[in-house]
């Protein structure tokens, strides 16, 4: 199984700053079959990017993803009011399809 | 418009059962993997199960193999999770969620996360 870690767990920043979060695995994933979810309270998850770097639809070009292997990073480039949420990073490269366990973005 | 929504859930006992429906709109349903996804109270995402376009493979989370059954119906655009000796730990909110794609009738699959997700339905296990 393909463990990912989240950093940081809380990341408290202003609006208009730059956020940067990190999920890093346990095992190189496979074809970059990495993704990035926003989650905000009583919704279900969106899906942000995949294929490690690849926005989904609709999604503003404010966000961006990187990264190969193990190591993979989300960046907000200037945050609105409306990104303050929580971010998942997930493998769907092999079963069991593991998600980090989370960042959550809060307003400073 | 793509539109996954789910239904089934509710109050059961330990060791009881439930099923859960998930109906598939706005997109050619039987060229698509598919996945449950659970979310316990407070916590993180977890992944559950994932079936193939053809309901001929399906994969488990070790916590529900052997306890859940992942199915589909794709002439009814529906996909299901019979869920049987439920545990106080299975308390959690379940999506369903759409995943890899058939991009030709020769087997060659398309990967893009999972792209829509439904709204999801609570199951509570409890005495």
């Known amino acids: 199984e393909i463990v990912l870690t989240q950093s940081p767990g809380t990341l408290s920043l202003s609006p208009g700053e730059r956020a940067t979060l990190s999920c890093r695995a346990s095992?190189?994933?496979?074809?970059?079959?990495l993704a990035w979810y926003q989650q905000k309270p009583g919704q279900a998850p969106r899906l942000l990017i995949y294929?490690?770097?690849s926005r989904a639809t609709g999604i503003p070009d404010r966000f961006s993803g990187s990264g190969s292997g193990t190591d993979f990073t989300l960046t907000i480039s200037r945050l609105e009011p409306e990104d303050f949420a929580v971010y998942y990073c997930?493998?769907?490269?092999?079963?069991?399809?593991?998600f980090g366990q989370g960042t959550k973005l809060e307003i400073k | 418009e793509v539109q996954l929504v789910e239904s089934g859930g509710g109050l059961v006992q330990p060791g009881g059962s439930l099923r859960l429906s998930c109906a598939a709109s706005?997109?050619?349903?039987?060229?698509?993997?598919m996945h449950w996804v659970r979310q316990a109270p407070g916590k993180g995402l977890v992944w559950v199960s994932r079936?193939?376009?053809?309901?001929?493979?399906?994969r488990y989370a070790d916590s529900v193999k052997g306890r859940f059954t992942i199915s589909r119906d794709n002439a009814k655009n529906t996909l299901y999770l019979q869920m049987n000796s439920l545990r106080a730990e299975d308390t959690a909110v379940h999506y369903c969620?759409?995943?890899?794609?058939?991009?030709?009738?020769?087997?060659?699959?398309?990967?893009?996360?999972?792209?829509?997700w439904g709204q999801g339905t609570l199951v509570t296990v409890s005495s």
């Open positions: 997930q493998q769907y490269s092999s079963s069991p399809y593991t």
């Open positions: 969620a759409r995943g890899k794609f058939l991009i030709n009738d020769y087997g060659d699959y398309g990967a893009s996360g999972f792209d829509y």
């Open positions: 294929g490690a770097s």
């Open positions: 079936i193939n376009s053809d309901g001929s493979s399906t």
């Open positions: 706005g997109f050619t349903f039987s060229r698509y993997w």
């Open positions: 095992q190189s994933v496979s074809s970059s079959y």
